[in-house]
């Protein structure tokens, strides 16, 4: 990680830890990578992006991308941040730089989007936020790692190959942390980490509709211990064989 801010070794930790307010770029990325999932909001509504997000913190996985397809986003960025402020929320689908500005002004611990945009690389390496870049094929990347970011988002995983794409692209670039994102599942959340994946993007299979309409809170809680045990266990398994 030349040429980066050297990452603080920090280990996760449980949800209501008050040093989480004031982590820098290098915090905020290493616990990211610690906790392993990003659950992505995209819901039709503020009420239920505000459920989403306090019900996968209280699941135990204190992180959270509000896209900004959300309506009102940036209210939900702020009312999370305001009413957890140490969870780590941050904001996706990100395509310009006045957006970007208006969700680090919001509270946004870290920008993603689908694909690779510079201006909004480069405005999130002034202002120290966390940002990972949406890419398919090694020269994208490529591109987006030398451009220093602190992730590689692989989107959409389901369109080529699954999990075997990210071995795949490990093989050559096993120096680039890379995300996980679409098609991620119960049944394939292992499978992608040992496969080489830093984190992954989870969206409706871990914050399904139903759950969402009724306000089932227990259905994310235990879908959120399926996911966080997958991890935990794959991990487990990777650091067994070395």
């Known amino acids: 990680m030349a040429a980066r801010e050297q990452a603080v070794s920090v280990s996760a930790v449980p949800a209501g830890y008050a040093g989480w307010k004031t982590m820098t770029r290098a915090e905020v990325r290493t616990l990211i990578e610690e906790i392993g999932i990003i659950p992505a909001v995209r819901v039709s509504d503020r009420d239920s992006a505000l459920f989403a997000g306090e019900a996968v913190y209280h699941g135990g996985i204190p992180v959270a991308e509000i896209t900004m397809t959300v309506p009102h986003a940036m209210d939900v960025i702020a009312g999370l941040r305001q009413k957890l402020p140490d969870m780590i929320v941050g904001a996706g689908t990100v395509l310009d730089v006045e957006t970007a500005q208006r969700c680090v002004d919001a509270g946004a611990r870290f920008l993603t989007s689908p694909g690779f945009v510079p201006t909004v690389v480069e405005f999130a390496l002034q202002k120290g936020v966390v940002v990972f870049p949406g890419a398919l094929t090694p020269s994208e990347v490529i591109t987006a790692w030398k451009a220093g970011c602190d992730f590689v988002k692989i989107f959409p995983c389901d369109a080529v190959g699954s999990h075997h794409y990210i071995h795949a692209l490990k093989v050559p670039l096993p120096e680039i942390p890379l995300i996980a994102s679409g098609g991620v599942n119960q049944h394939t959340a292992a499978d992608f ?50």
């Open 193 to 242: 980490i040992s496969a080489g994946a830093s984190a992954l993007g989870i969206g409706a299979q871990l914050i399904p509709a139903e759950a969402l309409q009724k306000r089932k809170e227990a259905q994310i809680h235990e879908l959120a211990r399926r996911f966080l045990a997958a991890v935990k266990e794959a991990r487990t398994k990777a650091d067994s064989i070395l």
